[in-house]
C-alpha cells in the first residue's frame, strides 16, 4: 500500500511563507561578508584575513595561529602543499593541463605514461588519499591520529550499461568493508555516485518523467517508489519541454536493477553501521538521483539515526525551498534525513544551458546569494538538530560559512561531539579552516578518493574545473603556509646563529 505524502505544492502554500521568515532572519553571527569564493592575491587573502579578525567580536575558531594550525605537518609537507596549491590557482595552467588530459596525446602510450607519471606526484599525491585500499588506510590513519575523520570515495564517475554499474556497486561495496576494517570512528561516511550504478542515459529519462509528472500530476509513473518532494515551484523545469515516453520494457528492468544495486548497497551500510552519502549531480539527472536517495532513505532511514544522506546544492535557486519540504515531509512520516549541504560545482554549464534554451539560469544570480543560501540552508538544518531531527554535514571551504555555522552550533546548545554534525572539506583542501574547526572541538572530515590514478583521473579534472570559483581558500592556506615556513626559516637561522656564536663552537 503506497503511502500517502503531502502535496508538495500544498505543502509549499502551507508553510513556506515561514520558512521564507526564517531565512531572512537566520544569520545571526556578526560577520562582515567575505568574497572567499573568488581568488584574491595572496596579499589580498591576507588582509581579508586582518578585515575577519577585527570583524569578529566572539569567535570559537582560530584560523590565525599558523603556527598552532600546521604544528602537525612536516616542513616538507608544508613546501610541496605550497606548490601544488599554486600551481593549481593558476587558471591557464589548470586550462592546458585540462586539454591535455583530454587530447589524443594521452592516447600515445609514452605520453600517457609521463603524464599520469606527474600527475601521480603531483596533484593525486595531494588531493587523493592513494591508488589501493592499503594506501587510503595509510592516508586515513594518518588524518585520524590528526584529529580527522575519513570520507571514503571510491572515485568512479559514471558508467553507460548494466556491467558497468556491477563492477562499480562491487567497488561501493568493498569500501564499505574496508570502512569497517579501519579504526572505529575513524570513517564517517562511505560516498556513492548514482551515475556509478544506473546508466547515466536512464537518469535522464527518468528524470524527465519526474519533471512531466511535477508538471502534470495525473500523469502515471508505474514504476515509481514512494519518494519525497524533489521539485519546487521555482525548481527548474525547462530540460523537459515535451511530454516523455514512458520507459520501455528494458528501460523498466534496467532502472529496477539499478535500484537494486543501490538496495544491496544501503544493506551493507546499515549491516556494517556505515552512513551513505549520495553527491549531487547536474540538474539535467539531479531529480533522478534524489529520488533514488529519497526512496532509500525512506526505506533504511529509522530510529532517529539516518544511514542514507542526500546531497542539497545551495547554489541551486531552488535549494531551501527543496530542503524545506524533504525535511518537513520526511519528519510527518517519522522518518529522519540526513543532508550533506554544498555549494555546487556546475556553474558554468547550468548557465550554458539554459541560457541555449531561453531560460534563466537555475544558479543564484551572485556569488553573495549563494553564500547567504548556502548560510541558511546551515542554519536552518541546525535548528533541526538542536530540536531533534534530522543530521547535516556542512561541506565548505568558505571561511565565513563554517564561522558562523560554528557559532550558530554554539548558540543552540549543540554539542560540538554530537554525530548529526559534522564539517568537511575536500583532502587537500582548506586545511586552515579543517584545522581551526578541529581544534574548536568539532567533527571535521575529509573528503578522500582513491583508485587508480588513470581512474581517478576524470575526478581531478572535475575538481580542477569545478573547484575555480573556491581556490581563494586556497590561497588563504598558502598565505598562512607561507609565514608558517617563514617562521621555521627564522627559527632555523636564529639556531644555526646561535650555535655560530656560543663560545663552545669556537675552536681553540
Not at 416 to 421: A, C, I, P
Request: glycine share 4%; net charge neutral.
Amino acid at each position: 500500500m503506497a503511502t500517502k505524502f503531502l502535496s508538495p505544492k500544498l505543502l509549499t502554500t502551507l508553510s513556506l511563507p515561514s520558512f521564507t521568515r526564517f531565512l531572512n532572519s537566520a544569520s545571526t553571527a556578526a560577520v562582515s561578508p567575505l568574497n572567499f569564493d573568488e581568488t584574491p592575491e595572496p596579499a589580498a587573502a591576507e588582509k581579508q584575513l586582518t578585515s575577519l579578525d577585527e570583524s569578529i567580536t566572539t569567535t570559537t575558531l582560530d584560523l590565525y595561529d599558523h603556527q598552532k594550525l600546521f604544528s602537525s605537518v612536516s616542513t616538507s609537507k608544508l613546501l610541496r602543499s605550497s606548490a601544488t596549491l599554486g600551481l593549481a590557482s593558476n587558471e591557464r595552467f589548470v586550462d592546458f593541463g585540462t586539454w591535455v588530459m583530454n587530447s589524443r596525446l594521452m592516447e600515445t602510450s609514452f605520453v600517457r605514461d609521463v603524464i599520469l607519471k606527474t600527475v601521480k606526484h603531483t596533484f593525486f599525491q595531494h588531493f587523493c588519499a592513494g591508488e589501493t585500499t592499503e594506501e587510503a588506510a595509510d592516508c586515513l590513519r594518518r588524518i585520524h591520529e590528526g584529529g580527522f575523520r575519513g570520507m571514503l570515495v571510491y572515485a568512479v564517475e559514471h558508467t553507460d550499461d548494466n556491467a558497468g554499474c556491477d563492477r562499480n556497486l562491487e567497488g561501493f561495496i568493498r569500501s564499505v568493508e574496508f570502512a569497517k576494517s579501519l579504526p572505529p570512528s575513524s570513517v564517517s561516511f562511505v560516498i556513492a555516485k548514482i551515475t556509478a550504478i544506473c546508466p547515466i542515459g536512464l537518469l535522464r529519462r527518468v528524470s524527465d518523467l519526474l519533471r512531466w509528472q511535477y508538471k502534470d500530476p495525473s500523469f502515471n509513473l508505474p514504476w515509481k517508489l514512494n519518494t519525497l518532494p524533489i521539485f519546487s515551484d521555482s525548481s527548474a523545469l525547462y530540460h523537459t519541454l515535451q511530454k516523455p515516453a514512458p520507459l520501455s520494457p528494458q528501460e523498466e528492468l534496467d532502472l529496477q536493477l539499478a535500484h537494486q544495486r543501490l538496495l544491496r548497497l544501503c544493506q551493507k551500510c546499515v549491516q556494517d553501521n556505515v552512513p551513505l552519502t549520495i553527491d549531487a549531480e547536474d540538474t539535467s539527472i539531479q531529480p533522478a538521483i534524489d529520488y533514488f536517495t529519497y526512496s532509500s532513505a525512506i526505506m533504511y532511514n529509522r530510529d532517529d539515526k539516518p544511514i542514507v544522506y542526500g546531497t542539497i546544492q545551495a547554489y541551486l535557486k531552488d535549494a531551501g525551498e527543496r530542503l524545506f519540504m524533504a525535511t518537513k515531509t520526511a519528519e510527518s512520516l517519522g522518518i529522519p534525513m540526513g543532508f550533506k549541504l554544498v555549494r555546487g560545482a556546475y556553474m558554468s554549464s547550468e548557465s550554458r544551458l539554459a541560457s541555449l534554451l531561453g531560460y534563466d539560469s537555475p544558479i543564484h544570480n551572485s556569488i553573495q546569494e549563494t553564500h547567504a543560501c548556502y548560510n541558511d540552508c546551515a542554519s536552518f538544518m541546525l535548528e533541526r538538530i538542536a530540536a531533534g531531527y534530522d543530521a547535516v554535514v556542512l561541506a565548505t571551504h568558505n571561511i565565513e560559512s563554517g564561522q558562523l555555522a560554528a557559532s550558530k552550533a554554539c548558540d543552540l546548545g549543540i554539542r560540538k561531539g554530537n554525530q548529526k554534525l559534522e564539517f568537511a572539506q575536500l583532502y587537500g583542501m582548506s586545511e586552515a579552516l579543517s584545522f581551526g574547526l578541529r581544534d574548536a572541538g568539532f567533527q571535521v572530515s575529509k573528503y578522500l578518493p582513491y583508485g587508480p590514478v588513470d581512474m581517478v583521473m576524470p575526478y581531478l579534472l572535475r575538481r580542477a574545473e569545478e573547484n575555480r570559483g573556491l581556490l581563494s581558500t586556497p590561497s588563504l592556506d598558502r598565505v598562512l603556509m607561507g609565514n608558517e615556513l617563514k617562521r621555521r626559516l627564522k627559527k632555523l637561522q636564529f639556531a644555526k646563529s646561535e650555535m655560530a656564536s656560543s663560545p663552545s663552537s669556537i675552536k681553540p
